[in-house]
């Protein structure tokens, strides 16, 4: 069964640092990869997603991510982080081949300090 | 467009009692889903459709009933809620083209 792991359950940076935040995924082939944001009292809306072609996809809001098939990894970032981005991220993959389950890690949630 | 829309925002259930969780999107999308929110836990698909006239469980549909009324809208029963059901309910929808999908704002539901 698929499943993804999103290790760090809360990371507090500064305001203007980067961002590094961990996604790894266990599947036996490559699924669509996604991240999600979460702000509180909020619904998810999606950052970005990756489906094929050039592992490093960009996203709204000035993220990144970049996809490690050796790695099974899909690593979400951003190179200088502000306020607003305080919020819970969620990482999520889905089956190839029509089906329309997508499984969701667990969350991040980022604190940002001043 | 109001992308997905979700009622009530907010309800407070006693043991035993029952309510439906509404959801509409207005995106033309075939598929729905609903989800339930606890600490830790991430997201946990209850029940989703995949078009019109279709519905299928997902990993916890114990206790849940779902009704896909027409393309717009897909409604969640709790028959007889138990506290173990307290958690914020989130609707999404998919269009036919992508994986991705879209989320209202939630409906946080508490069970005394």
């Known amino acids: 069964a698929q499943s993804v792991t999103q290790p760090d359950i809360h990371i507090t940076v500064s305001e203007g640092a980067s961002l590094e935040l961990r996604c790894n995924y266990s599947y036996g082939a490559t699924p669509y990869l996604f991240w999600y944001v979460q702000s509180p009292g909020q619904g998810l809306q999606l950052l970005l997603k990756?489906?094929?072609?050039?592992?490093l996809v960009q996203g709204i809001k000035g993220f990144e991510a970049e996809f490690k098939r050796s790695q099974s990894s899909f690593n979400l970032r951003k190179p200088s982080v502000h306020w607003s981005d305080a919020a819970e991220y969620f990482c999520a993959v889905a089956l190839l081949g029509g089906y329309q389950k997508v499984t969701f890690g667990t969350g991040t949630k980022l604190q940002v300090i001043p | 467009n109001a992308g997905v829309t979700q009622t009530p925002k907010f309800q407070v259930l006693k043991t035993g009692q029952s309510m439906t969780l509404q959801c509409a999107q207005d995106m033309n999308h075939n598929s729905m889903y609903w989800y339930r929110q606890d600490p830790g836990m991430g997201l946990r698909l209850i029940y989703y459709s995949a078009s019109e006239g279709t519905t299928d469980k997902g990993e916890v549909p114990n206790g849940y009933n779902v009704s896909r009324l027409n393309k717009r809208e897909f409604s969640l029963r709790l028959e007889s809620a138990a506290p173990s059901q307290t958690s914020v309910y989130f609707c999404?929808?998919?269009?036919?083209?992508?994986?991705?999908?879209?989320f209202g704002p939630g409906t946080r539901l508490t069970v005394t």
């Open positions: 990756y489906f094929s072609g050039d592992t």
């Open positions: 999404a929808s998919r269009g036919q083209s992508a994986y991705e999908q879209y």
